[in-house]
């Protein structure tokens, strides 16, 4: 097997690991609409960084976390409905990175890359940047887990209970914006939300507490971009795509299976 | 979480047993006033009940008292260090959420084995321990909550629309429960009720609210009082009184109890 085959492959698997158990806490929380509007501001945020000269992934992570923090703004003045908010968010961010990005004629090839994923071009530096990024993701979501299941379950509850609840929040959701940031790559921004939300949705069905639907989640994910790295390779299918399509796969195949109690 | 100054709390009331005491507090929602005007004291041992309208600021006082929200004006006095019990109104969990009720009942890492055995013992819950959140029955489910505040041995349990998508049987066993809770613990009680008939036996003093503090006093003299009578239009006159009978649920097509959001009376 050739050494970008082995990078794809180390790379889906420390996306995978860090996005399902975040994943299960979108489900719990049903942010699955607000995952998707922080992927789609991330093409904004490759647009700002080629603009500005600024590391991309850098740029993804500022943007997605600025989305979030004006989500929060406009949530507490209640014009609108937090779907619509989300909905204007996340296509109007989409809209203008695209149209930013058609300034740029260098990376018009790339552009189905970062909508879809280009797991094959995956470079030493990227795999730092996963590894690196993911590991800091899963230690700041073990060191909060607590409290953030405990605000997941009741925030007032948790509150009045001593648990610092907005910085919970915004914690979360910078962790969310780091996961967009590292898995842009794999599977691309319209995708990402797929692997945070389908694999733990498969595990839900297999799991009695929190942290075993967490981990289960993780290694569906894991199974999933083995078994779509693998088709890509033997069919020559597109690998971001297909990863998405073997955790639904999986989700489907796990409906089938009997309920553990 | 808010808590006053002390150059901005009033004196410290004469009474020792007083856990809150809350003064003149305003609070606007969205530029609309839901409180205006309130004042809220209440001792260790005794029993408050909040009853009034929807939309009369209920929920709005008991998050003052909570901490959860800052009056716009007024002041909020919470005897230092004083430990809250808090029963929200029923959880919206998430299908997708394993939990069983030991786990929650430990989220917060409050009790020792000791007062989690003690309590689970007391609201009759230790049978439920391994069901899943989810699966609870209404009176279940408010239980269950009600132990999650007892956890953290609460001086002061503050509990919004306790019976909440329970049978009027049930209703009343929780009414029960919650006095002797009052009694074993010798805790403080605030809580929000929609109903002043079924809770009169097991409170001390009722605050009838619409905004601001319409009448107040021993439940059967809030009964009687004017005030009242105008917010809910009872009339319960000697020689006069009508048949009741209260529905606050109904049943869905599986017998189980279902919120009905209105109240009847006929």
């Known amino acids: 097997m050739d050494d970008f085959m082995l990078r794809a492959f180390a790379a889906g698997v420390g996306v995978a690991i860090v996005a399902a158990p975040l994943g299960s806490f979108v489900v719990w929380r049903r942010m699955a609409y607000f995952g998707d509007t922080l992927a789609h501001s991330a093409l904004l945020g490759v647009a700002l960084g080629l603009l500005l000269d600024v590391a991309l992934n850098l740029a993804v992570v500022l943007v997605a976390a600025s989305i979030a923090l004006l989500l929060l703004l406009l949530q507490t003045r209640r014009d609108l409905a937090t779907d619509t908010l989300l909905g204007i968010l996340a296509h109007g961010t989409l809209a203008i990175g695209l149209v930013a990005m058609a300034f740029q004629d260098s990376v018009r090839l790339d552009l189905m890359g970062y909508l879809f994923g280009d797991i094959l071009a995956v470079t030493v530096g990227d795999l730092w940047w996963i590894w690196g990024g993911g590991g800091c993701v899963l230690l700041a979501l073990a060191w909060v887990w607590r409290p953030l299941l405990s605000s997941t379950v009741h925030e007032e509850l948790a509150q009045v209970e001593g648990v610092p609840v907005l910085r919970i929040r915004f914690g979360f959701m910078l962790m969310i914006a780091m996961v967009i940031a590292i898995a842009m790559k794999i599977v691309g921004v319209l995708l990402i939300t797929s692997m945070m939300i389908i694999p733990a949705a498969a595990a839900r069905r297999f799991s009695v507490t929190p942290e075993q639907m967490a981990a289960v989640a993780a290694l569906m994910a894991v199974l999933a971009v083995l078994l779509g790295l693998g088709a890509s390779w033997f069919w020559d299918t597109p690998a971001g795509p297909s990863v998405v399509v073997a955790a639904v796969l999986l989700f489907v195949s796990a409906q089938s299976l009997p309920v553990r109690r | ?266």
């Open chain 2, 1 to 266: 979480m808010w808590l006053p100054r002390p150059d901005t709390a009033p004196a410290m009331p004469a009474d020792g047993a007083t856990l809150i005491d809350a003064a003149r507090v305003k609070t606007l929602l969205g530029g609309r006033t839901v409180l205006d005007g309130v004042d809220l004291q209440l001792s260790a041992g005794e029993i408050v009940t909040l009853i009034g309208p929807n939309g009369a600021g209920k929920t709005t006082l008991v998050r003052v008292v909570l901490g959860l929200l800052k009056p716009d004006s007024g002041k909020v006095w919470r005897r230092a260090g004083l430990s809250l019990g808090y029963m929200p109104q029923r959880l919206q969990l998430s299908e997708n959420m394993p939990l069983t009720v030991d786990r929650f009942l430990r989220l917060n890492r409050a009790a020792d084995a000791d007062t989690f055995a003690a309590v689970v013992a007391e609201v009759a819950i230790a049978h439920l321990l391994r069901s899943p959140m989810q699966q609870l029955s209404g009176g279940e489910h408010q239980r269950v909550l009600l132990a999650r505040a007892l956890m953290r041995r609460p001086q002061l349990l503050v509990l919004d629309e306790p019976v909440q998508g329970v049978d009027v049987i049930g209703q009343a066993e929780l009414y029960a429960l919650i006095a002797r809770i009052r009694a074993h613990y010798g805790c403080g009680v605030l809580m929000v009720s929609h109903d002043l008939h079924l809770v009169m036996a097991n409170t001390d003093r009722v605050l009838c609210l619409n905004r601001h503090v319409c009448c107040e006093g021993h439940p059967e003299s809030v009964q009687r009082h004017p005030a009242y009578l105008e917010l809910f239009g009872m009339p319960v006159r000697d020689g006069l009184a009508l048949y009741r009978h209260h529905h606050d649920h109904r049943h869905g097509v599986h017998g189980d109890v279902v919120e009905s959001g209105d109240e009847r009376h006929g």
